[in-house]
């Protein structure tokens, strides 16, 4: 036999609820992102970036990863955002050297035609 819940602890079970639903909303968002970096889909990522700020800046008003409880859930979109930075700046170089490399090819055909 379960032993009935006050309103009080019926209503903290809810907020807990939905506050680890909100965290993992937010980690399903940036593991999405990740995803559309990786395939080179900036619009996309795009739109789950602004998402997930919205999500993230709900989270930080509501203090959530400063609880103790949700540690690991904290870890877990440290991590998340950390790869999104990795991949943007590693397709940030990549771009870079692109350009690089076109300039270069524009300074050569620029010489050619000058002959």
Do not use: F, H, W
Not at 3 to 24: F, H, I, V, W, Y
């Amino acid at each position: 036999m379960s032993k009935p819940t006050s309103p009080l602890s019926a209503k903290a079970d809810e907020k807990e609820n939905e506050a680890r639903q909100l965290l993992g909303y937010l980690a399903d968002l940036l593991e999405r992102q990740l995803e559309k970096l990786r395939k080179y889909d900036l619009d996309g990522a795009v739109r789950l970036a602004e998402e997930s700020q919205r999500v993230s800046e709900q989270v930080a008003r509501e203090g959530l990863l400063e609880r103790p409880c949700y540690a690991s859930q904290k870890q877990k979109i440290q991590g998340l955002y950390q790869d999104v930075c990795l991949i943007i700046a590693s397709q940030r170089q990549e771009v870079a050297e692109k350009l690089r490399q076109i300039r270069e090819g524009i300074r050569t055909l620029a010489r050619y035609a000058e002959q």
